[in-house]
T-cell receptor, first 112, second 111 residues
Framework: SQTIHQWPATLVQPVGSPLSLECTVEGTSNPNLYWYRQAAGRGLQLLFYSVGIGQISSEVPQNLSASRPQDRQFILSSKKLLLSDSGFYLC???????????FGPGTRLTVL | DAKTTQPPSMDCAEGRAANLPCNHSTISGNEYVYWYRQIHSQGPQYIIHGLKNNETNEMASLIITEDRKSSTLILPHATLRDTAVYYCIVRVANRDDKIIFGKGTRLHILP
């Protein structure tokens, strides 16, 4: 079965510091991968998606970037964090049974 | 993908059926109706989906109107653990698989 690992689970970073969030997927090959963000009290916002190694599409202009160095690895990065980058970051992949999206446990980022 | 409209919040007594409505009046013929839910501090979880026939699985039932312009998710015997935000989404299957989440319905199950 599919499993998505995200780390760290929680993170507190100062403004201006760099960021690297990692997502790895097990139980599937060549998956479509997605990064979402959920700011406090708000809905899910799609940030990036990737259909293959090195292929990244950005959905919204922002302070973040994404990379996919391996088939089942998706990384979210920033060179300098802003206060507005705080939120709950979720990695997702396409499900195997119902064409649904399957979500990881998320990383809660607080920028101070 | 077509847009959906859901009530912002609903209450339901524990043990009763929770009926969550969703309007999708601009749905296209090849778009499916998907339901997800998000329990606090967790990622969204797939519940059920359908095209035009009613569907049932171990979690819920999905009733789609004949004109497909609206649907209802039914949790037959709601428990406190069903307290969550429920998202109704319409999308074309097997396209680029991007999902645009709306604000959903916050369902409170009352003891």
């Amino acid at each position: 079965s599919q499993t998505i690992h995200q780390w760290p689970a929680t993170l507190v970073q100062p403004v201006g510091s760099p960021l690297s969030l990692e997502c790895t997927v097990e139980g599937t090959s060549n998956p479509n991968l997605y990064w979402y963000r959920q700011a406090a009290g708000r809905g899910l916002q799609l940030l990036f998606y990737s259909v293959g190694i090195g292929q990244i599409s950005s959905e919204v202009p922002q302070n973040l970037s994404a990379s996919r160095p391996q088939d089942r690895q998706f990384i979210l990065s920033s060179k300098k964090l802003l206060l507005s980058d705080s939120g709950f970051y979720l990695c997702a992949c396409k499900g195997r049974l119902n064409n649904e999206q399957f979500f990881g446990p998320g990383t809660r980022l607080t920028v101070l | 993908d077509a847009k959906t409209t859901q009530p912002p919040s609903m209450d339901c007594a524990e043990g009763r059926a929770a009926n969550l409505p969703c309007n999708h009046s601009t749905i296209s013929g090849n778009e499916y109706v998907y339901w997800y839910r998000q329990i606090h501090s967790q990622g969204p979880q797939y519940i059920i989906h359908g095209l035009k026939n009613n569907e049932t699985n171990e979690m819920a039932s999905l009733i789609i109107t004949e004109d497909r312009k609206s649907s209802t998710l039914i949790l037959p015997h709601a428990t406190l653990r069903d307290t969550a935000v429920y998202y109704c989404i319409v999308r074309v299957a097997n396209r680029d698989d991007k999902i645009i989440f709306g604000k959903g319905t916050r369902l409170h199950i009352l003891p």
